[in-house]
């Protein structure tokens, strides 16, 4: 699977010592502690204890991921085309001149305010999302 994918992550989810070495070979696997034994789940990056683990696992916490992801460069492209835009209006205003209007540790601070804080709240409060429908934590 890994040779055709073109670079794409692999996930291999197993239950069974007969599934140990495409868990291995997978980037990321899952192994599934059950009724054929743990040496799935010794050989995995994750043990579960049960397949309704699964949902949780990759619509509460994958798809989040991705889009969170998203988020963040998007952020980062938008607040550094809003910096130059300011920069380059300044400059036009002052003669092209050299003079900064606005000192360095403003620019720090415009970074970590735009980056920082927008992102943790919206990985905080934002949820796509509904938990409920794919299980709960029982």
Do not use: C
């Amino acid at each position: 699977m890994k040779k055709f994918s073109n670079g794409k992550t692999i996930l291999a989810i197993g239950d069974g010592a007969n599934d140990v070495n495409m868990i291995q070979q997978a980037d990321i696997g899952f192994g599934l502690m059950g009724k054929e034994g743990n040496q799935a789940a010794a050989f995995a990056d994750y043990a579960i204890p049960r397949y309704k683990d699964l949902r949780r696992v990759l619509f509460w916490h994958g798809r989040p991921y991705g889009y969170r992801l998203i988020n963040l460069v998007n952020f980062v492209l938008y607040k550094a085309m809003i910096k130059s835009a300011n920069n380059y209006g300044l400059q036009w205003v002052n003669g092209f001149s050299g003079f900064q209007a606005v000192e360095g540790l403003m620019h720090v601070l415009f970074n970590i305010t735009m980056t920082v804080w927008f992102n943790f709240i919206v990985s905080v409060y934002d949820q796509d999302v509904s938990f409920a429908k794919y299980g709960t934590l029982e």
